[in-house]
């Protein structure tokens, strides 16, 4: 597939990329959100934005959501079905909806736009011209969580980096990538991370050895809501283990051996050990989040080695914060807010 030309009126195209999969309400609370956004109007001047939805459910069912949201919708709605399982598939299938804008935002569909969010993003894309770029997520806990949640930063990038500072990965929870990045890294998203997650991850390295500018823009927040079922101590080891070892897998993918192998044992022996000094640390000085830092350290350094192996835990068999409970069996979401532990 080749590029479009610009637009006859000398406008850009920017895509918001959505993926979804039976989270209707959270999906209607997101394309709310984004409807509402604002540009400048220098922005606005510049940029036509549009909406692409892929449904990761066979039954297609969220068609009454965007049938719904379409209606009088100031940002224009496309949509599609992929009926094949698996989180890659579903990013896949955005990227060909949005081959011929000159770029692409991916957002979740459990994460909402708080006002100023798009100008943030796509003004900054503007003014630096660089391939990617990339902000904070910002969760919204949920009544009754656990307290050990307001000690961590698990569900929380906000003040993480600077706005400008150069960044070796991505995730694509809050993420503008420019035409060029996605037609020549291609295909994008590999279906080895079918339930796994970090597919994102792999991409957005290859991304990166392969020359583009990845930038950080902390004015860029979007709100994210944090189900149940990502609130406990199990979650979170599960999540340090499946992000320690997605990370490892990512890297040997698009390394040559031994260098790759080599690397990834020594990140995982350096997060060994800071997981000891933080855990440590946690405990002579009464600091919480030491021992939350420490206690996802040491996970993500024991998923790190479980990697070189190809073990890995199957995170995205169930969707989290579906209506009528916390997870569904079989499926995958549409978000995999990966971060590493």
Known sequence: MEPSPAAADGRQRIAIAIITCRR??????????????????????????????????????????????????????????????????????????????DALIFVDDDEEAP?????????????????????????????????????????????????????????????????????????????????????????FLRVHQAGFRILWCEEAVITEQVPPSRTTLAWLRRRAFRSGSGDTISRLLIGSPPGSYLRVVAFASARLASSVVFLLGGLVLARKPWLLKGFRRFFSGIGSLAGIVGINHDEYRTVHGTVGGDGVPGRVDGGDPARPA
């Not at 709310?32 to 892929?54: F, G, K, N």
């Not at 459910?57 to 919708?73: C, F, L, P, Q, R």
């Not at 094949?84 to 081959?99: D, H, K, T, Y």
């Open 115 to 203: 006002p100023g969010w798009l100008q943030a993003l796509v003004g900054y894309w503007q003014q630096t011209g660089a391939d990617v770029i990339t902000g904070p997520i910002k969760g919204i806990l949920p009544e009754g969580a656990p307290a050990w949640n307001h000690h961590s930063d698990v569900h929380n990038s906000v003040g993480k980096h600077q706005t400008g500072d150069e960044l070796d990965k991505a995730y694509t929870n809050n993420t503008l990538v420019a035409q060029r990045v996605y037609h020549r890294v291609t295909p994008g998203f590999d279906p080895a991370f079918r339930f796994t997650g970090s597919s994102d991850l792999h991409f």
């Open 24 to 101: 209707p309400d959270l999906l209607a609370k997101l394309l709310a959100s984004l409807q509402s956004q604002e540009l400048e109007p220098a922005t606005a001047a510049a940029y036509d934005v549009r909406i692409v939805i892929v449904d990761n459910d066979a039954a297609g069912s969220a068609a009454e959501v965007i049938a719904e949201a379409s209606k009088n919708a100031r940002l224009p709605i496309e949509s599609a079905v992929e009926p094949e399982p698996g989180i890659p598939f579903a990013r896949e299938r955005s990227v060909q909806l949005a081959w011929n804008d």
